[in-house]
């Protein structure tokens, strides 16, 4: 079973930056077989998909409301996923959750879109955007 826990999360002004860190560990494939997302939930609101990085870190997606503000970036030799946010608004303030997918595909470039496909969860951390 993969664990996964966030660090990195805060309080900072808007238009100001922060980067999210996500180590995995005690999974039962390497991390290497995993696409990791981050997903963020503010209060009232559905979880939603903010990035995701697929197992060799070429192929990416993200959010059209974070697109050219966020980067999201692995280091598979250190289990660890990072989400780098800037120019960050208000409206981003949310908790921010990392997630694993287990995939199997055979060039590592896959990853999924679907909150359910994403089968390991950490525990979530607060960022919060002051105007």
């Known amino acids: 079973q993969m664990q996964l826990v966030e660090s990195g999360g805060g309080l900072v002004q808007a238009g100001g930056s922060l980067s999210l860190s996500c180590v995995a560990s005690?999974?039962?494939?390497?991390?290497?077989?995993?696409?990791m997302g981050w997903f963020r939930q503010a209060p009232g609101n559905e979880r939603e998909l903010v990035s995701v990085?697929?197992?060799?870190?070429?192929?990416?997606f993200y959010a059209d409301s974070v697109k050219g503000r966020f980067t999201i970036s692995r280091d598979n030799a250190k289990n660890t996923v990072y989400l780098r946010m800037s120019v960050l608004k208000p409206e981003d303030t949310a908790v921010y959750y990392c997630?694993?997918?287990?995939?199997?595909?055979?060039?590592?470039?896959?990853?999924?879109?679907?909150?359910?496909?994403?089968?390991?969860w950490g525990q979530g951390i607060q960022v919060t955007v002051s105007s």
């Open positions: 005690g999974g039962t494939f390497p991390f290497t077989y995993y696409a």
């Open positions: 990085i697929a197992r060799n870190g070429d192929m990416t």
């Open positions: 997630a694993g997918d287990y995939t199997a595909d055979r060039y590592g470039d896959y990853y999924s879109r679907t909150r359910s496909d994403y089968k390991y």
